[in-house]
């Protein structure tokens, strides 16, 4: 919903709602699918599911603040202990909010509540779709190994 609210200040209102709202149901739906298809056959599998869940529920939450993020640390601790975190995942948890808060409040300080929300939108919403397609991926490897 906050991705409408700053959408709106850009194009007219009821696109910027009708964006939001298609990519909250898309999420919501992705969540859903994720558990409904849940077989995973490895603590991985599991913890992976949890922050695909929080990092979706962050997305079609109302606002996407940095300190809401901090839930997703013990979770992104230990698949990276397991190895299961790519570095493009790593980068953009350790990397992305400090240069994004630096880079929006040089560009734009005036606007720069807005932007910083919504580039935490964008780094939950990354987050949902890598932990998505991982689970996908590996669930459809646990799949073919027992079919064989």
């Known amino acids: 919903r906050a991705l409408a609210l700053n959408l709106s200040t850009m194009i007219p209102d009821g696109l ?3 964006i939001a709202i298609t990519g909250m149901i898309l ?3 992705g969540v859903l699918y994720l558990w409904f298809r849940w077989n995973y056959q490895s603590e991985a599998g599991t913890c992976t599911l949890i922050l695909a869940t929080y990092a979706g529920t962050l997305t079609i939450a109302w606002h996407s603040h940095f300190y809401l993020m901090v839930p ?4 992104l601790v230990y698949l990276d202990s397991h190895r299961v975190l790519s570095q493009s995942v790593r980068s953009a948890w350790l990397l992305g909010p400090p240069v994004w ?4 409040y040089l560009l734009d300080p005036s606007r720069s509540r807005n932007y910083f929300g919504l580039g935490m939108l ?3 919403l990354f987050l ?3 932990a998505a397609t991982w689970l996908v991926r590996d669930r459809k490897i646990n799949e073919s190994m027992f079919q064989t």
Do not use: D, E, N
């Open 122 to 124: 964008a780094l939950s």
């Open 72 to 75: 997703l640390i013990p979770l």
């Open 101 to 104: 808060f630096i880079l929006v």
């Open 27 to 29: 999420v919501a739906g």
């Open 16 to 18: 910027a709602w009708v």
């Open 128 to 130: 949902f779709a890598w």
